[in-house]
């Protein structure tokens, strides 16, 4: 069992950075590919960014390639994504989650552990 909880969420200007966290544990946690995910109201949730084991293979979405970063702690049990030149669209609550199996790359993954987000709201 694993448990994830995000936090670093909140308002930010269009153009503004923004970094958020994701606290692991219950398990090694270096055992987990992790992902970042992102969904708003009445939308399909959306990949956005994956990091190997290690974290020597990371993973973007298109829409927020060069912008965003995604990075590992294993020794603080700690995935982050910094968010940099942020847009209205990015606006949504963000997922981190974990995957014993593959690291997410895109629109198909199979995560066995999720959190229960973070809201990133990011005015014009």
């Known amino acids: 069992q694993v448990q994830l909880v995000e936090s670093g969420g909140g308002l930010v200007q269009a153009g503004d950075s923004l970094s958020v966290s994701c606290a692991a544990s219950?398990?090694?946690?270096?055992?987990?590919?992790m992902g970042w995910f992102r969904q708003v109201p009445g939308k399909e949730r959306e990949f956005v960014a994956g990091?190997?084991?290690?974290?020597?293979?990371?993973y973007y979405a298109d829409s927020v390639k060069e912008r965003f970063t995604v990075s590992r702690d294993n020794a603080k049990n700690t995935v982050y994504l910094q968010m940099d030149s942020l847009k209205p669209e990015d606006t949504a609550v963000y997922y981190c989650?974990?995957?014993?199996?593959?690291?997410?790359?895109?629109?198909?993954?199979?995560?066995?552990?999720w959190g229960r987000g973070t809201l990133v709201t990011v005015s014009s």
């Open positions: 219950g398990r090694s946690f270096s055992n987990y590919a």
């Open positions: 990091v190997s084991w290690t974290g020597g293979s990371t």
């Open positions: 989650a974990a995957s014993s199996r593959v690291t997410p790359k895109g629109s198909n993954y199979d995560m066995d552990y």
